[in-house]
C-alpha cells in the first residue's frame, strides 16, 4: 500500500542502480558528464562507480535523479 507521500512520487519503486544504468545506455559518459557535472561521470566512470558515490553523495543524487526524470520526460530513454 503506498503511502500519501510516495502516491505522487515519480521516482517511486524505481532503484538508483536502474536510473544509472538507463542513462548510461541513453547517453555517452561524456554527456552526462556534461549534463550533471559531477566527478563520477567524468573521471573514469562506470555504472558501479557512479552507484558507490551516488549513494553517499546525497546533493548529486538528487541531481541525477531530476536529470532522469528530465530524460524521461524528453523521451530520450526506453520503458
Not at 38 to 43: D, E, L, R, T, V
Not at 63 to 68: D, T
Request: hydrophobic share 35%; proline share 6%; aromatic share 10%.
Amino acid at each position: 500500500m503506498d503511502t500519501p507521500k510516495q502516491k505522487n512520487n515519480p521516482l517511486h519503486g524505481i532503484t538508483l542502480e536502474s536510473i544509472v544504468t538507463q542513462l548510461s545506455s541513453a547517453y555517452t559518459w561524456d554527456e552526462l558528464a556534461d549534463a550533471v557535472p559531477i566527478q563520477c561521470f567524468s573521471n573514469n566512470p562506470s555504472v558501479n562507480s557512479s552507484l558507490k558515490f551516488l549513494r553517499k553523495t546525497p546533493w548529486a543524487r538528487t541531481k541525477v535523479e531530476s536529470f532522469y526524470l528530465y530524460a524521461k520526460r524528453k523521451g530520450k530513454l526506453k520503458e
